[in-house]
């Protein structure tokens, strides 16, 4: 017998942004009455780039910059109906990027 759990993966720049859209996503599950675990925090994701400061002589002279970027992990073990359509139509700040996957577990 196969359940169905939904697994909703938030990326986002900047860390308090992604703990709000994490606490709205969360407050709408509850409220459609399904059974969630999370959000899970996974590793920080950092990039870094170095670029030249002059552009011709001084070849030493560099600048260091890094982009961060934050993911958490939130599964619905048990969903309803009413929970897939409210987290479809969900509404989340500028700067955060929700997937969705549907994943079948097998018992």
């Known amino acids: 017998m196969a359940q169905q759990r939904i ?5 986002a720049f ?5 703990d709000k859209a994490c606490a709205f996503i969360i407050e ?3 409220e459609n009455g399904s059974i969630f ?5 996974l590793p920080t994701r950092i990039e870094k780039f170095t670029v030249n400061k002059a ?3 001084h070849g030493r002279c560099k600048e260091q910059f890094e982009m961060r ?11 309803t109906p009413k929970t897939i359509e409210a987290l479809s139509n969900i509404d989340l700040p500028a700067g955060v990027d929700v997937e969705i996957k549907m994943l079948a577990m097998q018992e």
């Open 7 to 11: 697994r909703i993966g938030i990326k």
């Open 14 to 18: 900047d860390h308090s942004i992604i």
């Open 28 to 30: 709408t599950i509850e």
């Open 37 to 41: 675990v999370g959000p899970i925090p």
């Open 55 to 57: 552009t011709f002589v």
């Open 69 to 79: 970027t934050h993911s958490r992990l939130i599964d619905i073990v048990q969903c």
